[in-house]
């Protein structure tokens, strides 16, 4: 079997991209993919040496052999997929679910520093990828290895597997098999080839480029994230919150986002988060113990208000449209009330939600938000779009500072404000497998108005 892991998951053109990778076989080679509207060939390397190499525990540098691979000056920014094929081994196709053999990079743009000249930038969430990779035995989930300075859950980006190429810790998806949560292949390759299909252009980086180098952000119109965006480290935010305050533009197509705030440690090549302990978790970003910084504040919406669903099928109504007039819903036809993928696969509402704290969802599907939401971090002028009632059955309803846990009014909130940019938030991780499905012509078309309106504004 081969494995392999880049040492750095970003690299820029004309730069050089190592690969650490382990194999029993005496010979193997790398083909490179771009993903676009599914796989593009860029090129395949020479055979190889192989040289296997043991596992090591998920907090540390596993130290594989490297081997250098220079990327082109003339690749576009996009997101890659080093394909790794073995001399001696069966012959393997293309898979962007694979648990081995196979690593994740990402050609980012240069910073240019010359101000809002380009469009879009989409975000990879890297570190909640590692957060969930189970390389060595254990994650953030599962066995987590501890670190006392700062203190909390550490695990390594230098080992198998962070999108693709690892075991990953997660409930299985009903409505999805071939592809586990919290891996490239599930959320966030189908936002992008919609992207790629609808003739939609976009650089690309990840989270951790933004914690290095927020300058990154300064020549963009719109920052847009898709699928499952848990964990954050305070540089990142910052980065992210200056430029909407700059007059750059934010679009979630996501949620759980900003759950967790994490520590960058050892040069960028590990992140600590603390969970929970005698004194409660100290990295929830809405915690009082810890930064005392709610996420609702960066986003609009937050998991305490919304909810989650892991197991089995789940029920939905679709989003109930509170504001008809509003540009987002431009050109769907949609009535206040009616329901917005009221019949997708899988429901639009899930696996995980944030909402808004609401005083009133009636049954007219009228929805209020209480008089104390800005004192919970929902931003001033926040707009309700449409929501779906999270009913009692869901599987976690999480607590909050004034109800207990499964009280109140819990939501999956599509909505947005502006703070010199605007920031919308779609308030479902879920959003991008039920746009990439095809089937529901007013998703496709408020997809379209957010990123179109953005881009614009």
């Known amino acids: 079997m081969i494995r392999a892991y880049p ?56 130290n594989w052999p490297a081997y250098p691979f220079p990327i082109p000056p003339d690749w576009p920014s996009a997101v890659y997929i080093a394909d790794l094929e073995e001399d001696e081994g069966p012959k393997t196709t293309f ?5 081995h053999g196979a690593a994740l990079f990402v050609v980012r743009p240069r910073s240019d520093g010359r101000g809002m000249l380009r469009g879009m930038l989409y975000k990879l969430p890297l570190a909640t990828y590692h957060a969930y990779n189970a390389s060595g035995g254990g994650c953030f989930y599962v066995h987590p290895p501890r670190s006392v300075e700062p203190p909390g859950a550490r695990v ?8 693709i190429g690892g075991p990953v810790w997660c409930a299985a998806d009903h409505y999805d098999a071939a592809s586990p949560r919290q891996t490239f292949a599930h959320w966030d390759a189908r936002f992008i080839r919609w992207l790629a299909r ?35 480290s305070t540089a990142t935010r910052d980065a992210v919150e200056d430029f909407v305050s700059g007059g750059g533009n934010l679009a979630f197509f996501a949620a759980n986002v900003c759950w967790w705030r994490i520590h960058v440690v050892d040069d960028g090549t ?17 915690s009082p113990h810890g930064a005392a910084r709610p996420e609702d ?65 009636d049954a007219d599907h009228r929805a209020l938000l209480s008089a104390w939401a800005d004192e919970d971090g ?16 869901w599987q976690e309803l999480p607590a909050r500072a004034r109800h207990a846990a499964g009280e109140g009014i819990h939501t999956a909130a599509m909505g947005l404000f ?40």
Do not use: K
């Open 95 to 99: 898979d962007l679910a694979r648990a």
């Open 270 to 286: 590990a992140i600590v988060c603390h969970q929970g302990g005698p004194h409660g978790a100290l990295d929830h970003w809405w």
């Open 156 to 163: 390594s980006l230098r080992r198998p597997g962070g999108g």
């Open 198 to 232: 609808n003739g939609y252009r976009a650089d690309f980086c990840t989270d951790l480029d933004l914690h290095a180098d927020p300058a990154l952000l300064a020549g963009y119109r719109l920052l847009v994230a898709a699928g499952h965006d848990e964990y954050w």
């Open 297 to 361: 504040s960066l986003s609009g919406a937050s998991y305490r208000h919304g909810g989650g669903w892991w197991d089995g099928p789940r029920g939905s109504g679709g989003y109930r449209v509170q504001q008809p007039d509003h540009w987002v819903f431009t050109e769907t036809g949609l009535a206040r009330g009616d329901a917005l993928a009221r019949h997708s696969w899988p429901p639009l509402a899930g696996y995980e939600c944030d909402g808004v704290p609401l005083d009133v969802f």
């Open 7 to 62: 040492g750095r998951a970003s690299v820029l053109p004309g730069a050089t991209l190592h690969l650490h990778v382990s194999t029993d076989s005496r010979r193997f080679r790398v083909t490179f993919y771009r993903w676009s509207d599914g796989p593009v060939r860029m090129l395949r390397s020479d055979w190889l040496p192989g040289a296997w190499a043991a596992d090591a525990a998920p907090d540390v540098d596993w």
């Open 418 to 457: 502006t703070r010199n940019g605007t920031v919308f938030s779609a308030g479902t991780t879920d959003w991008a497998q039920v746009l990439d499905a095809g089937r529901d012509r007013q998703l496709d078309r408020v997809t379209r108005n957010v990123l179109d309106g953005l881009l614009r504004r």
């Open 378 to 393: 929902t931003p001033d002028g926040y707009a309700l779009l449409a929501a779906a009632r999270l009913g009692p059955d």
